[in-house]
C-alpha cells in the first residue's frame, strides 16, 4: 500500500533537465517559483513558507538539497534525499520537485530560471547573506527576481530531530527498493540462493569466555575484590564465528587459522565439526589459542582476562596460509582481521598475492585499537568496518559519514563499502563518483529488541557476502546483511544466524510496509 502510494506522487519528481521542458522557457504564460532547502523533516514553519511562494505564481518548484551537500551534522540527513522529494512531492501546493546535485542551487537557478525565487525571512532579518547575494545575481542576470516569505514562524529540523527523531526506517527502506526496482519477494528469492557457494575464511580464532561468579565481599586491608565461581562458558568466537555464520546461512565453508596446542585447540575444532566446517587449522606450539576470559557477577564485567599472543606469525605459517588460499578454489575470500598476528603489514601483500583469481575478496578488520586498518586491505570487492575503526583507519574524528565514507573508499580502493553506523544502520558507498546522487544509501537498523551486540557485525558480513557472490546487488547484499545483524542482536550471544530468521524479519517488514 505504501509503496503504491508513493508511486502517486513520483511523476512530480523532476531532474533539471525534464522540468525545462516541464515549465518551459522564459517569458512563460504560467509565472514559476522555486524554494530551495533540506526539508530534512518537513515542519509547519516548511509548509508557511510554500503556501505562501505558490500564493506568488502558479507553478511552485521545491529544490531540495542532495545527501552529499549535506553539512549540518555528522550523521545528517536523518531523511535521504529520494524520500525527502516524496514527502515533498504529496504536497498538494507543491507542482514539482528537484533534488539538486550541487551544492548549491545557483546552476539550477540559471539553468531552469524561474521567475521567482522564495526564501525564508530570517535570510534578510539582519541584511544580504552573501550567499543569497550570489543567488540575487544569478536571478537578476536573466531578470528573474527574489522574494521572502513571511517569517513569523520558524521551526528548525534539527532541534525537531534532536528531541525526538522520527520513526521512518520502513519508508527509507521502501524508497530505496522502489528506486532499484527490487521487491520483498525479490530479497526472499537471494536469501534461497545464498545455498552452495563456497567461502574460504582465513583469520584470527577467538575463544570467547564468560566466567559466571557470585559477590562474596572485599578485604578489608586491601581493595581486592571477593567472588565466588560458579561456571565457565566457553565459545567459538573471532574468524571462527563467521566461518559459522556464513555455514548456518547456507555456504559451503573453509576455514584457514592459526591455532596454539592447547585444551582450547580441541574446542575449536570440535565445535568447529559439529557445524559442519571445513576447518584447515595450522598448530603453532609457540603460541596460545586466543582467549578472552571475561568475568561477569550479577550481570556485570568486573574484568576481562585475555590469554593472547599477537605477535607476528612466522614466514613459514605465512607460507602455509598462504599456499591454502592459492590452492582453495572459492566463490569468495573473506579475511577476517582481529590483529592476533595473521594479518599485520609484513603478511597481508603476501596473502593478497595469493588469492585465486576470480574470487570475489571481503575484508573485515574488527580491531579496538588503533593497530588494526582496514586500508591495508586493498583493492577488495567488499569492506564492512565500523564507523570507529574507520575514523581511526583515516585520522578523522570530525567529518560527516558520507564524506568519511567517500574517503575510506578512495582510501581503501575498494568496490563496495558497508560502513556500520551502531544503532543507526550502516551506510554503503558504492562507485566512485562521490557526487553522484546514487552513491550512497542508509538502511536503518532493524532490532526491535536489543538483547546483545555482540556478533551483529559477523552476521552482516555474512549475508552481505554471500548475497554479492549470488546477485552482485549491493542493495540486496546490505538489505540482508542489516537483516542477519538484527537477528544477531536480538538474541544473548553471538549465535550463527540461520536463513529463517532473517525470512521473518522479512515478512515482518513486508507486513508494516502494508500497514498489516
Not at 27 to 40: A, E, L, Q, S, T
Not at 266 to 294: H, M, Y
Not at 332 to 341: K, T, Y
Amino acid at each position: 500500500m505504501l509503496a503504491s502510494l508513493m508511486k502517486q506522487y513520483r511523476h512530480k519528481i523532476k531532474n533539471a533537465e525534464e522540468l525545462q521542458v516541464a515549465i518551459g522557457p522564459r517569458p512563460r504564460k504560467k509565472k514559476v517559483i522555486m524554494c530551495h532547502g533540506v526539508f530534512d523533516v518537513v515542519h509547519p514553519g516548511h509548509l508557511r513558507h510554500l503556501i505562501y511562494a505558490k500564493s506568488k505564481a502558479p507553478i511552485l518548484v521545491a529544490s531540495l538539497t542532495a545527501d552529499v551537500h549535506i553539512a549540518k551534522g555528522q550523521h545528517r540527513p536523518y531523511v535521504p534525499q529520494d524520500l525527502r522529494a516524496l514527502n515533498l512531492a504529496a504536497f498538494e501546493v507543491v507542482d514539482y520537485v528537484l533534488v539538486d546535485s550541487e551544492p548549491t542551487p545557483l546552476k539550477n537557478l540559471l539553468q531552469i530560471q524561474p521567475d521567482f525565487f522564495a526564501k525564508g525571512y530570517e535570510y534578510n532579518a539582519n541584511g544580504v547573506h552573501p550567499k543569497t547575494q550570489e543567488e540575487l545575481d544569478a536571478l537578476q542576470s536573466y531578470g528573474g527576481k527574489m522574494i521572502f516569505t513571511p517569517g513569523d514562524i520558524v521551526y528548525s529540523s534539527t532541534k525537531l530531530i534532536d528531541l525526538a527523531p522520527p520513526s521512518i526506517k520502513i519508508e527509507k527502506l521502501l524508497t530505496l527498493m522502489e528506486s532499484e526496482g527490487i521487491t520483498f519477494q525479490n530479497l526472499r528469492e537471494a536469501l534461497m540462493n545464498l545455498k552452495g557457494k563456497c567461502v574460504h575464511v582465513i583469520g584470527d580464532t577467538i575463544v570467547d569466555s564468560y566466567t559466571q561468579t557470585a559477590m562474596i565481599g572485599g578485604q578489608t586491608k586491601t581493595p581486592t575484590m571477593s567472588v565466588l565461581f560458579e561456571g565457565k562458558t566457553d565459545y567459538i568466537g573471532g574468524a571462527g564465528v563467521v566461518a559459522k555464520h556464513l555455514r548456518a546461512a547456507g555456504a559451503r565453508v573453509i576455514f584457514s587459522t592459526v591455532l596454539g596446542e592447547d585444551p582450547l585447540k580441541e574446542f575449536v575444532l570440535e565445535g568447529l565439526k559439529e557445524s559442519d566446517v571445513d576447518c584447515r587449522p595450522i598448530i603453532d606450539p609457540t603460541r596460545p589459542t586466543t582467549n578472552k576470559n571475561a568475568i561477569v557477577a550479577e550481570g556485570y564485567r568486573l574484568l576481562k582476562v585475555d590469554t593472547v599472543d599477537n605477535r607476528t606469525i612466522s614466514d613459514e605459517i605465512v607460507g602455509e596460509l598462504s599456499d591454502s588460499i592459492s590452492r582453495t578454489a572459492c566463490d569468495a575470500l573473506v579475511f577476517s582481521d582481529f590483529r592476533h598476528g595473521i594479518f599485520n603489514r609484513r603478511t597481508i601483500p603476501q596473502l593478497i598475492e595469493a588469492i585465486p583469481q576470480g574470487a570475489y575478496r571481503v575484508a573485515d578488520s574488527q580491531v579496538a585499537s588503533r593497530w588494526g586498518n582496514i586500508t591495508e586491505f586493498q583493492g577488495f570487492d567488499l569492506i564492512t568496518p565500523n564507523e570507529r575503526e574507520a575514523r581511526f583507519a583515516l585520522a578523522d574524528q570530525d567529518s560527516g559519514v558520507r564524506p568519511l565514507a567517500a574517503r575510506l573508499f578512495e582510501a581503501a580502493k575498494c568496490r563496495l563499502l558497508i560502513l556500520k553506523l551502531g544503532d543507526r544502520g550502516v551506510l554503503t558507498c558504492r562507485g566512485g563518483d562521490h557526487e553522484a546522487l546514487e552513491s550512497y544509501f542508509v538502511v536503518d537498523s532493524f532490532v526491535e529488541r536489543l538483547a546483545d551486540a555482540v556478533g551483529a557485525g559477523d552476521a552482516l558480513l555474512a549475508y552481505s557476502t554471500l548475497t554479492m557472490v549470488a546477485t552482485r546487488s549491493e542493495v540486496m547484499a546490505t538489505i540482508l546483511g542489516s537483516i542477519a545483524a538484527a537477528c544477531e542482536c536480538e538474541l544473548d550471544g553471538n549465535i550463527p544466524i540461520r536463513p529463517e530468521d532473517v525470512m521473518k524479519k522479512i515478512d515482518a517488514a513486508e507486513r508494516m510496509a502494508h500497514y498489516q
